[in-house]
C-alpha cells in the first residue's frame, strides 16, 4: 500500500507560479511511474502530466505542455509538478497517482495509488 501526500497548492494570480510536491508516506515510489491530474468543480478528473520510472520520460495535456513540468527526486523520494504562467482554468484540486505499468498513463483508472489532493486556485 502506498499513501501519497501532496503539498504546494494555493492562491495565485494568473501569469504566476506554483510547485506541487508529492511524498509517499511509509515506502519508497521506487519502481512507480507517477502522475498528475486535476479536477475541477462539476468536472471529470482531468490527466495533466506523467513521469515513467523506466527512463523519467515526461508527459503532457496539451492544455498545460509548455507551461507545466513534471520531474522525480529519487534522492528525495518525491515528484513536483512546477507550474507556470497559471490561468484561471487551472484552478482545480491536483492530485499525484502512482502507476506500476505505464499503459494509458492519462487514464485515471489504471493508477493504483491516490494522494487526496492540494487545492489550486488561480484569480484573474
Known amino acids: 500500500q502506498v499513501q501519497l501526500v501532496e503539498s504546494g497548492g494555493g492562491l495565485v494570480q494568473a501569469g504566476g507560479s506554483l510547485r506541487l510536491s508529492c511524498a509517499p508516506s511509509?515506502?519508497?515510489?521506487?519502481?512507480?511511474?507517477m502522475g498528475w491530474f486535476r479536477q475541477a468543480p462539476g468536472k471529470e478528473r482531468e490527466f495533466v502530466a506523467a513521469?515513467?520510472?523506466?527512463?523519467?520520460?515526461?508527459y503532457y495535456a496539451d492544455s498545460v505542455k509548455g507551461r507545466f513540468t513534471i520531474s522525480r527526486d529519487n534522492a528525495k523520494n518525491t515528484v513536483e509538478l512546477d507550474m507556470n504562467s497559471l490561468k484561471p482554468d487551472d484552478t482545480a484540486v491536483y492530485h499525484c497517482?502512482?502507476?506500476?505499468?505505464?499503459?494509458?498513463?492519462?487514464?485515471?483508472?489504471?493508477?493504483?495509488?491516490w494522494g487526496q489532493g492540494t487545492q489550486v486556485t488561480v484569480s484573474p
Open positions: 497517482a502512482a502507476l506500476l505499468q505505464f499503459l494509458n498513463y492519462n487514464d485515471p483508472r489504471k493508477y493504483s495509488y
Open positions: 511509509g515506502r519508497t515510489l521506487s519502481g512507480y511511474s
Open positions: 513521469i515513467r520510472w523506466s527512463d523519467g520520460s515526461t
